[in-house]
């Protein structure tokens, strides 16, 4: 079974902040993984992703650390800001059959209060 | 540019009925996947289209099936429904359905089984 392991389930964290979420995943043939941002009565969006040739990657306040050898992937959001508020999903998507398909973990309730 | 919209925003069914849920697509784009999403699973991969042919599909019962007309918009249905159907039906649309290629969510559509 495909999983993609997600910790921690919530998260509070001080306005200015580090915000750090964890995945883990078995299958190595996952070759893609984004990270999506859900507010309340939203569908997720897509925040920052990462192919498993590079081991960091950084859009902003948002980056994303990677290490293949351990197989495992974790989002930084630096300066965390209320705005930042969400759940946070992590996911994968490999290259075999059915790639498009992606698998999700549990995701990230953030808190971050003034 | 309009977003991906999915019709209706909230659905009320009984045990036993069957439901029929809508999403169109962002314009341009030929990919639309179907993820349910619980509070206890997680987002769970339903099925995807492109180009009107079921690619690839979850791991769902046969109640659960979809369709994709020549304009890319896309239905899925649930027959018999049952009370674990209770979940956030969630639409993505991308545009070329390669591999990495960005996946879009709609809001969801809110079905209740009482």
């Known amino acids: 079974q495909q999983q993609v392991k997600q910790s921690p389930q919530s998260l509070i964290v001080q306005k200015g902040g580090i915000s750090i979420i964890n995945c883990a995943y078995e299958?190595?043939?996952?070759?893609?993984f984004p990270w999506y941002q859900q507010f309340p009565g939203k569908g997720p969006a897509l925040l920052i992703a990462i192919r498993p040739d590079v081991s960091e990657k950084k859009e902003g306040r948002f980056t994303i650390s990677f290490n293949k050898s351990a197989k495992q992937f974790s989002l930084h959001i630096m300066d965390s800001q209320p705005g930042d508020s969400a759940t946070y999903f992590c996911a994968a998507q490999s290259h075999g059959a059915g790639s498009y398909q992606l698998t999700f973990g549990k995701g990230t309730k953030l808190s971050v209060i003034p | 540019k309009a977003g991906v919209t999915q019709t209706p925003r909230y659905l009320i069914k009984t045990r036993g009925q069957q439901v029929t849920l809508s999403c169109s697509p962002i314009s341009g784009h030929r990919s639309v996947s179907w993820y349910q999403q619980t509070p206890g699973q997680g987002l769970q991969f339903l099925f995807e289209?492109?180009?009107?042919?079921?690619?690839n599909k979850g791991n769902f019962p046969g109640r659960f099936s979809g369709r994709q007309f020549s304009n890319s918009r896309s239905e899925m249905n649930v027959s018999t429904l049952e009370l674990g159907d209770s979940a956030l039906y969630l639409c993505?649309?991308?545009?070329?359905?390669?591999?990495?290629?960005?996946?879009?969510f709609g809001p969801g559509t809110r079905l209740t089984v009482l």
């Open positions: 993505a649309s991308g545009r070329t359905g390669d591999r990495a290629d960005t996946q879009y």
């Open positions: 289209y492109f180009s009107e042919t079921q690619r």
């Open positions: 299958n190595t043939a996952f070759d893609y």
